[in-house]
């Protein structure tokens, strides 16, 4: 389509949900977008990748961009994470920080102000989430709180604040229309940056390696909460299979730091790998579309976390 085709009106931009782990971006996000894109999971730090959902209308096309959570870095791991936030950060219109109703302001949230603040003249928006799990009462403070957060800590200077602040919430479908107005204000008018229809930029082969690491952390998240890289070593079209019932062939290797981490992950006579194997291959052939056919290997990458080395050779 030709861009004349839009209306004047129409905006479009990049948009980012940075917050803490587990104040609700990838549930948001896919709320949204209305379709599974990101990674979602009850345990923290499950997005490690930047993954991109886009929420189209009449009049506006959000590209959202997930960010992992944006923390204190404490290993290489986090630094090279946090680099990777900010470089994201940089290129974005309009920045959405996610603070959940019910807990109370803290340190990581200030954290994360204090990098937003370096971003000169992007729209940042603060996003209340899970508002369903608070009384009003406890909102009201909350709101006042997040207030008081983006006139010290984001615009010490000026005192103006976040641009606007947004209670919402994905259970009961609370407010996720606003949210999307809001950011879509906060754009540049432009025709839409991607064409019709497309919901996500990402390679097949970054998804694929999500998934399979949240099949593998679903079960063995708390012995194993940092220590998990997947990485897909070749993926195709198997030749020969009828076209209307095609087989992907996905060979994997879930890397961990140490042998004992192996065993946890391979489980007593290989049960524990079986049963990831199957969650990952069953939303796998969900996410592509086709037959799939999942080759899994464990393989140890000692201190990987700490080694760069490794770490580019795992795409981090
Ligand atoms: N009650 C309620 N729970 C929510 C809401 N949104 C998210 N959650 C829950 O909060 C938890 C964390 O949500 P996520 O979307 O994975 O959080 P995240 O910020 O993407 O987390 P990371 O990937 O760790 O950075 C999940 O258990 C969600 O079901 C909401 O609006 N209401």
Redesign the pocket.
Known sequence: MMPTEYPEHFRSGFVSLV?R????????TNAMVGSKI?I???K????RRVIRGIVSGDDHQLILV?T??LHRPRTLLGERLNELVAETLAGMDAVAM?IPANEKIGPGDRFIAEQLAKLHKTPIIALV??V??VTRGVLADQLIAVQQLGEEILTPDTGEGFTEIVPV???GDVQVDTVVEVLTKSLPKSPPLYPDGEVTDEPDDIMVAELIREAALEDVFDELPHSLAVVVTEMGLREGEPEDQPITDIYAAIYVERDSQKGIIIGKGGQQLRAIRQRARKNIQKLLGTRVYLDLVVKVAKEWQRNPKHMNRLGF
Request: hydrophobic content about 15%; proline content about 11%; glycine content about 10%.
């Open positions: 917050g782990p587990n104040v609700g971006k990838s549930t948001l990101a979602t999971s009850s923290p730090q499950t997005t997930d992992p959570g996610c989430t899970k369903d799990t919430s994905v259970q």
